[in-house]
């Protein structure tokens, strides 16, 4: 170093103290929200002059991009690609051979209008799209926390609620205001009347219980325990954030977020909007948070005629427990008898002593002869012919008093304040729970407001339990002028019709998040969404009347040398079917698919060789896969091979792989034989004997067209081969055909949509 010039020669105190003051200034200075787009006011804006046809307006912004690089469409697609395309992106299952007949059938002009129509009025459009609003709000049937993941009882009420707000097309910004505090807006006062007309939107709250909540099973010290609460309140916010606006706000817990326009102290202030519920100090178990259906009189009725046969069941009970114990104490001492009196008497005042009370030499001793003190009832009534009696008594009066006992209530598990007084809230020096600093008011962030839309929290009407900042903030976060509200909800619609988003980061539109392919369509979407009264269908209508949803798949020279990641869009992306749609699809090709809507969840469970499955003869077993357990450390194997999520937090976006266990689970699972054996029966049945009409319906069903020629002559090759190898065993043909079916089940025609 002595041949260095002094001027570069830094200390390493004076490097770190420069880290120091970079770290401050990029904290206290948030970047400005003119820098990026996401933040200025959605304006519709003007439609781009383009020389290609156009069948709407989306296709104008797509043109502008591609024909400044000298490129066109593609040609649309033939009428069997579109109508499984659109049947597949609407309700995830194919469309029936009768459907693509009709379609192709019908040469009026509107024709590809009315198949739209057609299928978002379906009552599967609901399952299909409410289980994308499901995996982005974070949804699970589960409470997370390591492997307790204890079950949420009545989680599938929301589920269901989500599913007919979207059948009913009801208005999004209404959607979420129910969602955020739909118990406000219908004035519920905890311990008051639950009417009919209060369920929906009581039920609709679960959304800000979506995040892991293990507080249930939480058993650490008094510092754990209060981790594993503010944990729940920051999972929650972040699903609030992440589904609703499309920012990232974790960063902000410690410190300004360093790359988007959110302070530390406004994140505090968003976390103090749920605070009355999820105060550590004040704290309630997720499964106690329930609320009952019914006027106060009707719960009050209940309780008492509960509470009365709870009494008579516990007393009889304790009766038996009573009559019980001096006979056990005689029958210990029978078997004890070959023991020196001193001994046998300290086994039995250990016995006597509560268990809570042993000491260690009692406990050591019971243990020492647990084969003599452990006696089961069964052991008992052996013993003494009058315990078996009274308790063959017992059990019948408890029997006949269980049948007094009124049905369970029906319950909500919903988001309601019941603190009148809510406690302040603070800031966490450095983020850690256990430094509070200053205290916060609630609010939002200043980048995303306006001076017509400000956070503004009404005054408390009277006899209202609730602080109303719910309501202040759903107000605020739906409004037209929020910029980010609109256009991460058209976002993630284009990215389900596309496979990726105009802003590829669907959870983070802000600074750090992607940038965007065509940033002015983006805005146009947004101002339309709103524009159409916030209707979830018009905007589906909007996207796919438009050519490029409509264009062929098809490559040509020298595109991808130009737009190797098809951002342009110069052609329509090749997508493999989600998860939920491979397995749903093969039950309804197979024609077991139970359309069975709403209710409690189908349970799965793990074998012993760790497969998670729903067992075939469960009742429910052939359901869609929206209606499974939604379990976060228990997806259903098949399911989980084909890239569903495991909810920790939110799932905007699934990471598609493509990986042998795909294959071997089509080739060798029991679900995929049983479904091509039962698909194999359902061709017998409407085909008959004939092969060729077998073909042509096999590959109608599976491929959504008739199999070309090359095709049709390697199928009737591998039945013969098939025959063949089953001629010694019972029904060659069918299991030949039951191997075809399931060849086709695995194959790139049923798997990929064009």
Not at 262 to 275: D, R
Not at 488 to 498: A, E, G, Y
Not at 543 to 557: F, H, K, L, T, W
Not at 699 to 711: K, M, N, Q, S, Y
Request: aromatic share 8%; charged share 25%.
């Amino acid at each position: 170093m002595s041949g260095a010039e002094p001027s570069r020669v830094i200390s390493c105190g004076a490097l770190v103290a420069l880290a120091v003051a970079s770290f401050h200034v990029c904290a206290s200075e948030p970047p400005s929200p003119e820098n990026h787009p996401a933040f200025r006011p959605v304006v519709r804006p003007t439609v781009p002059d383009v020389r290609g046809t156009c069948r709407t307006d989306v296709d104008r912004f797509i043109l502008a991009a591609i024909e400044a690089k000298g490129l066109t469409l593609n040609p649309e697609a033939d009428r069997r690609t579109l109508i499984r395309r659109v049947a597949f992106d609407l309700i995830g299952l194919p469309p029936t051979p009768a459907e693509i007949d009709t379609f192709l059938a019908d040469k009026s002009p509107g024709a590809f209008g009315r198949i739209l129509d057609r299928y978002l009025a379906s009552p599967h459009y609901g399952e299909r799209w409410g289980k994308h609003w499901l995996d982005a709000a974070g949804y699970a049937d589960s409470n997370g926390y390591f492997d307790a993941d204890s079950n949420r009882p009545f989680a599938w009420r929301y589920r269901d609620y989500v599913v007919r707000a979207f059948n009913a097309d009801k208005p999004y910004d209404r959607f979420v205001k129910e969602q955020i505090a739909g118990d406000e807006l219908i004035g519920y006062v905890p311990g008051g009347d639950v009417t009919p007309d209060m369920v929906e939107l009581l039920t609709a709250t679960h959304f800000l219980r979506n995040a892991p909540d293990g507080t249930g099973e939480s058993d650490g010290n008094p510092d754990e325990v209060r981790t594993d609460r503010f944990t729940v309140l920051e999972g929650n916010l972040q699903n609030v954030m992440n589904c609703l606006v499309g920012l990232t706000v974790q960063c902000a817990k410690c410190h300004d977020h360093k790359f988007e326009p959110l302070t530390q102290e406004e994140y505090y202030g968003l976390q103090a909007i749920l605070f009355p519920v999820y105060n550590p100090e004040r704290w309630k178990k997720p499964n106690d948070r329930v609320v009952p259906v019914g006027t106060a009189a009707e719960v009050a009725v209940w309780k008492r005629r509960n509470d009365l046969i709870e009494r008579q069941v516990k007393a009889a009970k304790g009766g038996l427990t009573a009559f019980a114990e001096p006979l056990r104490e005689q029958f210990i001492g029978e078997r004890l008898k070959d023991l020196p009196p001193a001994t046998r008497d300290a086994v039995l005042d250990a016995f006597r002593t509560p268990k809570d009370k042993r000491s260690a030499e009692q406990q050591a001793l019971l243990k020492s002869h647990a084969k003599a003190v452990e006696i089961s009832d069964d052991e008992l009534a052996k013993r003494f012919p009058e315990f078996a009696a009274l308790r063959d008594h017992i059990a019948k009066t408890i029997a006949e008093r269980e049948k007094d006992r009124p049905r369970p209530l029906e319950q909500i598990a919903g988001y309601v304040e019941t603190d009148p007084k809510p406690a302040t809230h603070h800031l966490l020096r450095r983020g850690q729970h256990g430094l509070p600093g200053k205290e916060v008011q609630p609010g939002v962030p200043a980048a995303l407001g306006s001076p017509t839309n400000t956070f503004r929290i009404e005054p408390q009407p009277t006899g209202r339990v609730s602080s109303g900042r719910r309501t202040a903030f759903a107000s605020w976060v739906t409004s037209p002028e929020n910029p980010l509200f609109a256009r991460v909800m058209v976002n993630r619609i284009w990215q389900h019709h596309f496979g990726t988003g105009l802003v590829a980061t669907i959870d983070n539109l802000g600074a750090s998040g992607a940038k965007a392919s065509h940033a002015e369509l983006l805005d146009y979407l947004a101002a339309e969404f709103v524009r159409s009264g916030w209707s979830l269908k018009a905007i589906h209508r909007l996207i796919m009347s438009s050519a490029v949803y409509c264009q062929s798949s098809a490559s040509r020279d020298g595109l991808d040398a130009i737009d190797p990641d098809n951002r342009l869009l110069a052609r329509y992306p090749i997508r493999r079917l989600d998860a939920e749609s491979v397995r749903d699809s093969m039950l309804h090709m197979s024609g077991e698919l139970d359309c069975r809507a709403g209710g409690p969840y189908v349970a799965s469970k793990r074998t012993p060789e760790g497969i998670v499955e729903i067992t075939e003869t469960e009742n429910g077993a052939r359901r869609r896969s929206l209606y499974l357990q939604q379990r976060r450390t228990q997806v259903v194997t098949f399911l989980q091979l084909f890239d569903a999520p495991s909810i920790v937090t939110t799932c905007g976006k699934r990471s598609p792989s493509t990986v042998p266990l795909q294959s071997l689970a089509l080739l060798n699972s029991e679900f995929a034989r049983n479904r091509a054996k039962s698909f194999a029966q359902r061709l017998a049945i409407e085909a008959g004997d004939d092969t060729n009409r077998r073909l042509d319906l096999s590959f109608a069903i599976t491929c959504g067209r008739p199999p070309v020629a090359d095709e049709r002559a390697a199928c009737e090759r591998f039945l013969a081969a098939q025959r063949s190898v089953y001629a010694k065993e019972k029904e060659p043909d069918g299991r030949a055909w039951a191997d075809l079916c399931q060849m086709l089940l695995a194959s790139n025609s049923f798997l990929y949509v064009e």
